[in-house]
Nanobody, 122 residues
Framework: QVQVVESGGGLVQAGGSLRLSCAAS????????ITWFRQAPGKEREFVAV????????RYAGSVKGRFTISRDNSKNTVYLQMNSLKPEDTAVYYC???????????????WGQGTQVTVSS
């Protein structure tokens, strides 16, 4: 069993930055790739970024590439999402998840966090 808990959301002006954290716990939590998703009001949950268990493999959605950076510190069982040059369209609830078989369309992951709200004002 793995638990993931997000933190770090908040209100920021357009052009600003936030860093989200995803703390994972459980005996094998560091063995999982961790994926960030987001869901804006009235929209489907969408893939944002993923990082492999070692941290050497990352992938980003086109809408955030070049602005967001995903990283992990396995000594702290924590994955980070550094978000720079934020735009109002980045406003959403951000979720991290572990053990995802599908990250596009309807995501299928075994473990989900409760989400953290990110609001970007114009």
């Amino acid at each position: 069993q793995v638990q993931v808990v997000e933190s770090g959301g908040g209100l920021v002006q357009a052009g600003g930055s936030l860093r989200l954290s995803c703390a994972a716990s459980g005996r094998t939590s560091s063995a999982y790739a961790i994926t960030w998703f987001r869901q804006a009001p009235g929209k489907e949950r969408e893939f944002v970024a993923v990082i492999g268990w070692s941290g050497n493999s990352t992938r980003y959605a086109g809408s955030v590439k070049g602005r967001f950076t995903i990283s992990r510190d396995n000594s702290k069982n924590t994955v980070y999402l550094q978000m720079n040059s934020l735009k109002p369209e980045d406003t959403a609830v951000y979720y991290c998840a572990a053990s995802c078989a599908v990250v596009t369309g309807t995501p299928r992951c075994d473990y989900w966090g409760q989400g953290t709200q990110v609001t970007v004002s114009s």
